[in-house]
C-alpha cells in the first residue's frame, strides 16, 4: 500500500513565524503535491513537483515556496506565516508518468495561525 | 478558466436511502475523472474513469462518465451511517494537474 506521510496531524503557530510541512512518501512516486482545503473552495493546489528539484506554482502560490532534495520528500513552507494561511494542509503523490493518475493523500496538517 | 462544480453541496438521508452525487465541469482535454471519499482524514481513492472506462462499480457505489453532457455522477445505493463524508470529484485535463470541485457532503442518519 501507498504511505504518504505528513510530519504533524496538528500545528499552532503565530504570525510571523516561518513554518516548515514535511510530507514523506515510500512508494518511489515521482509526482508530489500539496493542496490546501478550506470549507466551501475544495481542494486549492499550491505547489507541485515532477522531480527531485522540479517546482511548478499550482492554483494559489502566493505566501508559499517548496523544497524537494530527495524524492521521497516535498516540504512546504511558509516564510512568514499569517492568519489566513489557516488552514488543512494535504499533500499527496502519484506514480510516474501522468500527473492526473490516482493521489494518494496524506493524513494531512491543521495549521492555525495566531 | 478550467472549473468543476459539485451538487448538492450537502446531502442528509437515512440509513437504507439511495443518494445520487452530481459532478460537471468545463475543462479543457478531458484525460480522467476521480472520486475520492474523506471522512475525518485524507481523502481516500475510489474511482478513477477515463475514456476506456466510463462505469465503475464497486460494491454498493458506482460511477458513470457522461463525456457528452461533461459529466459525472456517484451512486450509494443501501447508504449506511459509514457513508457520512465528504465526496470529492477532480477532474484531470490539458494542464496535467487535477481540478478539485468543492465536495459534497453527505450524512446519513440511523
Known amino acids: 500500500d501507498v504511505k504518504v506521510t505528513q510530519s504533524s496531524r496538528y500545528l499552532v503557530k503565530r504570525t510571523g513565524e516561518k513554518v516548515f510541512l514535511e510530507c514523506v512518501q515510500d512508494m518511489d512516486h515521482e509526482n508530489m503535491f500539496w493542496y490546501r482545503q478550506d470549507p466551501g473552495l475544495g481542494l486549492r493546489l499550491i505547489y507541485f513537483?515532477?522531480?527531485?528539484?522540479?517546482?511548478e506554482k499550482g492554483d494559489i502560490p502566493e505566501g508559499y515556496s517548496v523544497s524537494r532534495e530527495k524524492k521521497e520528500r516535498f516540504s512546504l513552507i511558509l516564510e512568514s506565516a499569517s492568519t489566513n494561511q489557516t488552514s488543512m494542509y494535504l499533500c499527496?503523490?502519484?506514480?510516474?508518468?501522468?500527473?492526473?493518475?490516482?493521489?494518494?493523500f496524506g493524513p494531512g496538517t491543521r495549521l492555525t495561525v495566531l | 478558466e478550467d472549473k468543476v462544480v459539485q451538487s448538492p453541496l450537502s446531502l442528509v438521508v437515512h440509513e437504507g436511502d439511495t443518494v445520487t452525487l452530481n459532478c460537471s465541469y468545463e475543462v479543457t482535454n478531458f484525460r480522467s475523472l476521480l472520486w475520492y471519499k474523506q471522512e475525518k482524514k485524507a481523502p481516500t481513492f475510489l474511482f478513477m474513469l477515463?475514456?476506456?472506462?466510463i462505469e465503475k462499480k464497486s460494491g454498493r457505489l458506482s460511477s458513470i462518465l457522461d463525456k457528452k453532457e461533461l459529466s459525472s455522477i456517484l451512486n450509494i445505493t443501501a447508504t449506511q451511517t459509514g457513508d457520512s463524508a465528504i465526496y470529492l470529484c477532480a477532474w484531470g485535463g490539458a494542464t496535467n494537474k487535477l481540478i478539485f470541485g468543492t465536495g459534497t457532503l453527505l450524512a446519513v442518519q440511523p
Open positions: 513537483s515532477y522531480d527531485v528539484k522540479m517546482k
Open positions: 499527496a503523490s502519484s506514480r510516474p508518468g501522468t500527473t492526473t493518475d490516482t493521489q494518494y
Open positions: 477515463t475514456s476506456s472506462g
